[in-house]
């Protein structure tokens, strides 16, 4: 307890008074591994395991074959990974990933414009990331209950647009999801942008700073000034927006969008977090290491799918690979409290 405490007073520190921090002479250290480190081990034992159990899975047509969905699922696990950052949870990424693309289809065609259409649906998507960070924090709705009534409320709305059957989507927009540019797929450069962005504006500015404080003690970064409802409305927004951008390159490299677009694209993103080291307490957390590990599930669907496994095993293996990740976070503590016990 002593222990955590003491560590939230650290991190308080960094983020709340960075000029502080900054002008204490720090002694030079080796580079750790640290929680947001052990994705990127995983990784490489990962593709080496691939090559060696299924080598048809490293081919350039394989790994051509994985990047989009890649990329569309490290843009989901950006948003999920900020809105754990303030403690909660986003669980309307499926209906928001699905509404989306069939939005961006309906209104490309109805405007006639696909430029339109993506800002009318990004506008949509920016809406509800503001009902879900509402109903949280204003409302006091749990994060799992309000995002699931907001999630069953999207699905509800594309059945209605679709009538369960998939919608065409605008010849532009598959031309662009399909795109290559330097040999890697467009998603892939969207997902990288997001991801950048994210990890600029976190790491670098002092709404990131504040951002990271309101996560890890909303009380301390209230006393400090900080509108702790601002970040945390902002960042169900920015979620969201996140998973329309997703919906959208998904509905665009598939060529359709239908009202179970999003299925494959809320536990594996929450899988993606976990795994990349980012706590459910809040605070730190890392869109890098989230969106490593968004590579990291995707691979080992693939994997998985090439050793002839169905979809029983692949939601078997993700709930382990979450269980896992939880282990080894919580490895050095359990043994730091073990040592004490003896000691």
Known sequence: MRHSMHNQAEVM?????PSKSKSKAKPVRLPAVDEFSWIWIGLVLLFVCSSIVAPGTMTRGSILAMLPFAGILAIVATGQTLVIQQRGLDMSAIGMVSLA??????????FNSV??????????????????????????????????AVNALLIGCARSLTGNVPVDVPTVVQTISHAQ??????NVWFAFAFV?????????????????????????????????????IGAYFVS?????????????????????SGNDYLLPAIAAVVVGGTPFTGGRGSV??????????????QLVLALG???????????????????????PEFLRTLRKSRG
């Open 115 to 148: 430029v339109l259409a993506v800002v009318f649906t990004v506008c949509i998507g920016g809406i509800v990331g503001i009902i879900n960070g509402a109903l949280i924090s204003r409302v006091a709705i749990t994060p799992l209950v309000a995002t699931l």
């Open 240 to 260: 969201a927006v996140c998973f329309t951008a997703a919906g959208m390159l998904l509905a665009g490299f598939i060529g359709s969008a239908s009202q179970t």
């Open 288 to 301: 890098v290491a989230s969106a490593a590990a968004a590579l990291f599930m995707a691979q080992l669907g």
């Open 196 to 232: 950048t962005s994210a990890w600029i504006i976190t790491r670098k500015t002092t709404v990131g700073r504040r951002f990271v404080a309101v996560g890890v003690n909303p009380r301390a970064a209230e006393a400090a000034g900080v509108n702790v409802l601002k970040y945390r």
């Open 181 to 186: 540019f330097l040999g890697l797929p467009a």
């Open 309 to 331: 496994a169905g979809p029983a095993v692949q939601l078997l293996v993700q709930a382990s690979a979450i269980l896992l990740a939880t282990v080894v976070r919580h490895l």
């Open 13 to 17: 520190s960094e983020f709340l008074e």
């Open 101 to 110: 693309g069939i939005v961006m289809a309906r209104t490309g065609f109805a």
